[in-house]
């Protein structure tokens, strides 16, 4: 079974960067598209970024795009999402999410309800 654990999270001042870890065992992720999402206090989950399981093809939420990247390495085992120019609104905890795709290889997708595999999350503050 597959299983993801974040890290990464951390405080940070605004403008500040992250680099938030998805490490997989159990399984490699290379059929399986994954993405981060963003749950704010209070507020509900939302997709911040996906990459599929074959080409490397990437989607992004509008207030992430050009400052945020997703990216898989170590052996694909390992999905980063790099955060750069952070703002307050990012404060949240980030989840990294998989959904197999053995048959779609190239999908995408940003909605939650797409994903079946889950990590715990792990914390991102953005405060001055």
């Known amino acids: 079974q597959l299983q993801l654990v974040e890290s990464g999270g951390a405080l940070v001042h605004p403008g500040g960067s992250l680099r938030l870890s998805c490490v997989a065992s159990?399984?490699?992720?290379?059929?399986?598209?994954v993405a981060w999402f963003h749950q704010a206090p209070e507020k509900e989950r939302e997709g911040v970024s996906s990459?599929?399981?074959?080409?490397?093809?990437?989607l992004y939420a509008d207030s992430v795009k050009d400052r945020f990247t997703i990216s898989k390495a170590g052996a694909k085992s390992t999905v980063y999402l790099q955060m750069n120019s952070l703002k307050p609104e990012d404060t949240g905890v980030y989840y990294c999410a998989a959904v197999p795709r053995v048959f779609s290889r190239h999908w995408v997708g940003i909605r939650a309800t797409d994903y079946d595999n889950w990590g715990q999350g792990t914390q991102v503050t953005v405060s001055s």
């Open positions: 990459i599929s399981a074959s080409n490397g093809e990437t």
């Open positions: 159990g399984l490699t992720l290379d059929k399986y598209a």
